[in-house]
């Protein structure tokens, strides 16, 4: 629930949802978290490794999303 505050918003329901435009530096975070691993964050829940793994799972679908929109021409 950490990241669905800190990089989206929520539903009518109050489902976290994902904000893409709030955060496009995946690849600079990932070599941040990588470099504070074992660590939280400052919240004290959120493991640095965790958010790594969010950062690496984020870019990779931005990445294949400009795929389809290249193959697509959308």
Known sequence: MAGAKKHGTF???????WDKTKSTDHAD???RHLADRG???????TRHSAAMAWRALALLQTE????K???SGV
């Open 11 to 17: 539903d009518a329901e109050g489902n976290p949802t």
């Open 29 to 31: 975070c990932i070599i």
């Open 39 to 45: 660590e939280y964050e400052n919240d004290g829940v």
């Open 64 to 67: 294949i999303e400009a795929d």
């Open 69 to 71: 929109v290249k193959v």
